[in-house]
């Protein structure tokens, strides 16, 4: 009854979701059943992964991520694993031929985060597209049902949205990145001296990508379109928010949307896409 184990697995990439980010399991709610498990079962494994580079201080992270990476593939390759989130995750793969190429940027980005970086532009280039835009695009491939000339279609866009959540996560975490991970992924600039005009044009990149990004979320199938819009409103938002914060403030406390807030603009969001006002 491999079903069983199965369904236990898949709960407990549910949970890794529910318990480490109430916004994307909002999101993923909104995603039609049909698609919504196996976007989980994505969410489980980023997640686990971010918390041995983020999370597991006193252990020997190198060798843990390094034992995940090999037990990754393995269930990827067997079909199965005896890691509920692992066993989840190679499922959602193997279902939708998601790329391992994919994977093992995602996979690289998250070895970044072990070691103290000056982060060069091509550096803060390659790591956002190992943690953010190929998250994104493991995600669209599910989004598409599998089908690779939707999938290469619509990828441009998916890697500007995953690239500008990634800038706002960077923007709104900065107090918690620089004072308990010791990192600053913004190339060229000191935190305590970061200028107006430097975290102006850091905005302006966002935004640009964000207008690029929504001709893209325009055209995603109706299964999916409305769940990855909200976390759109959500990010565009928060990035409003940011806008009107200085350097200092967002370096000081992390930056936050309420959850009446939240409600607000899922309702609105929710009205919008009915209507088909996107």
Not at 60 to 71: C, G, H, P, T, Y
Not at 141 to 154: M, W
Not at 220 to 240: A, C, D, E, N
């Amino acid at each position: 009854m491999k079903e069983i184990y199965d369904n236990y697995a898949l709960n407990a990439s549910k949970m890794v979701t529910r318990s480490y980010s109430t916004s994307f399991h909002s999101g993923v709610q909104c995603l039609d059943k049909s698609i919504r498990n196996d976007v989980h079962s994505i969410y489980g494994f980023v997640r686990l992964a971010d918390e041995i580079v983020d999370s597991f201080h006193g252990y020997d992270q190198a060798s843990l991520l390094d034992e995940f990476k090999k037990n990754t593939f393995a269930a990827l390759d067997h079909g199965i694993s005896l890691n509920p989130i692992l066993n989840s995750f190679q499922a959602a793969v193997n279902k939708y031929e998601i790329d391992h190429e994919l994977i093992h940027q995602f996979l690289h980005s998250m070895e970044m985060d072990l070691n103290s970086l000056e982060y060069t532009q091509a550096k803060y280039e390659e790591y956002i597209l190992g943690s953010a835009e190929v998250v994104g695009l493991m995600c669209l491939k599910i989004f598409v049902y599998g089908d690779e000339a939707e999938y290469q279609r619509l990828k441009p866009f998916a890697m500007k949205l995953g690239s500008a959540f990634q800038k706002i996560n960077f923007l709104r975490d900065m107090n918690a990145d620089y004072y308990e991970l010791g990192r600053i992924y913004f190339p060229g600039i000191d935190v305590h001296n970061m200028t107006p005009e430097d975290k102006q044009q850091i905005e302006a990149e966002i935004h640009d990508e964000f207008r690029e990004a929504f001709i893209g979320i325009q055209q995603l199938p109706k299964s999916s379109r409305f769940g990855v819009y909200v976390s759109y409103v959500y990010y565009s938002k928060l990035l409003r928010k940011i806008k009107r914060k200085t350097m200092q403030e967002l370096i000081s406390s992390r930056i936050r949307i309420p959850n009446n807030t939240k409600w607000f603009l899922f309702a609105k969001s929710y009205v919008r896409n009915s209507m088909n006002m996107l």
